[in-house]
């Protein structure tokens, strides 16, 4: 595919959709984006890579209130959504093809009733089988498209040719070689960015500017696609889930002491830190009250350290619970029959208490919109506090996605 302009009549296919000034400024590039670094791609093996250069980044630092066509049922009238860093976006109907920058946004989408997103960065952390445990909803993620593949091309955005981009615009200008006038030419000719990176509150390009929980991210989502109802829902079927698990966290001496690492491979040797923060992608955690076995070592988050520690370093910590991120795709039993059964072969990781007292789980994913978050709250309570009970309606969930409610 070559270099795509305005002039095939895509920069007028947009009287759909409008957008306000105050994202972007900057002209045209005179070409096409030249091919990005190949390290630019995201290793699964790694927990975020940090790629590319700091370029000029598109922020607003207010946040308006804005949010007309917010009925019950979906309108056909022009309807306006305010967002950090994006500002106010006019749409002048209702979304029917969008992107999503990870599965937070994604997951939100598919509980709004909305069809799967066409792209993410990578769908290969988009882990739909947790619609497994929900009747009648599932998401094939061989039929999105990974809008990383050794950089992020803007002709993939005109080959998708979407209707909303729910991206943080930063996240691209400062993880991938983009610059804000690549972003505004995305937006010009083919549509709105709208997103804000929640998952981390770790990036540096990021303090400027306000974060979102997970359900005000949510609600801002369900405005552009006018479903008030479908939020209102998700938000009472969350009030219900929070209450149920006051009722089965224990107290907090009574809770072990947790180490949170990323660890890639059947067979890790070396691990990336996490300490527990306010990112969503830590929402179950922190709503299982949690206790960070790391936050009162030495040892230094991952995010503002980029370092590894090892079996020996880990050892000195000595955490009753560690709970290993990047292992999502696998099944209980399968991380179990490759990691945790490494370890309890491996010479100094046998050591451990966790790995003694058998006490080795997934720690959940990066990116959780509000199904995700109910699945994996739930089955981290179980294996931490033993819970047996199911702790939400998944018929209740089923029946709001699917516009039954």
């Known amino acids: 595919m070559g270099c795509t302009s305005g002039s095939d009549g895509r920069s ?21 984006l030249g091919s990005e670094d190949d390290a630019s791609s995201e290793m699964e093996t790694d927990p975020v890579t940090v790629t590319g250069t700091a370029t000029e980044t598109a922020r607003s630092t207010t946040d308006g209130t804005t949010t007309e066509g917010t009925a019950d049922t979906p309108t056909d009238s022009s309807h306006s959504v305010s967002l950090v860093p994006v500002g106010e976006v006019t749409f002048e109907g209702i979304p029917e093809t969008w992107l999503a920058n990870n599965g937070s946004w994604a997951d939100m989408g598919i509980a709004l009733g909305q069809d799967p997103p066409d792209g993410v960065w990578l769908p ?19 039929e999105i498209e990974r809008l990383s593949q050794d950089g992020v091309s803007k002709e993939r955005f005109y080959a998708i040719d979407a209707d909303v981009h729910v991206i943080d615009p930063n996240f691209i200008t400062n993880r991938f070689e983009w610059s804000g006038d690549d972003v505004a030419q995305i937006e010009r000719e083919v549509g709105p960015f709208f997103g804000n990176s929640i998952f981390s509150r770790n990036y540096s390009w990021h303090d400027d500017y306000r974060y979102y929980t997970l359900y005000e991210a949510f609600e801002k989502l369900a405005t552009v696609f006018e479903q008030r109802e479908r939020f209102e829902a998700f938000t009472s079927i969350h009030g219900d889930f929070q209450a149920e698990l006051a009722s089965m966290v224990p107290g907090q001496d009574e809770r072990p002491a947790a180490a949170v690492l990323w660890a890639g491979g059947d067979q890790p040797e070396k691990f990336f830190p996490y300490i527990i923060d306010e990112g969503t992608s830590f929402k179950h955690l922190r709503d299982l009250g949690v206790r960070d076995a790391l936050a009162a070592t030495d040892v230094k988050d991952f995010h503002s350290s980029r370092g590894a520690i090892d079996y020996e370093t880990l ?11 990047g292992q999502e795709a696998k099944s209980g039993a399968e991380f179990r029959d490759s990691v945790v059964s490494f370890m309890e072969s491996h010479a100094v990781a046998s050591q451990l208490t966790a790995v003694g007292n058998d006490d080795v789980y997934r720690a959940g994913p990066l ?16 294996e931490l506090y033993g819970v047996e009970e199911e702790l939400f309606d998944r018929e209740r969930v089923s029946t709001v996605v699917n516009g039954e409610f």
């Open 367 to 382: 990116y959780q919109g509000p199904i995700t978050n109910f699945v994996v709250t739930e089955r981290l309570a179980r």
């Open 124 to 142: 290969s952390r988009y882990h739909t089988h947790y619609y497994d445990e929900i009747p009648d909803v599932s998401v094939e993620t061989s």
């Open 315 to 325: 050892l000195n910590v000595d955490p009753e619970v560690i709970l290993v991120r």
């Open 12 to 32: 007028t296919r947009r009287e759909y959709l409008r957008y306000g000034a105050t994202v972007i400024g900057g002209g045209l590039l005179a070409g096409c």
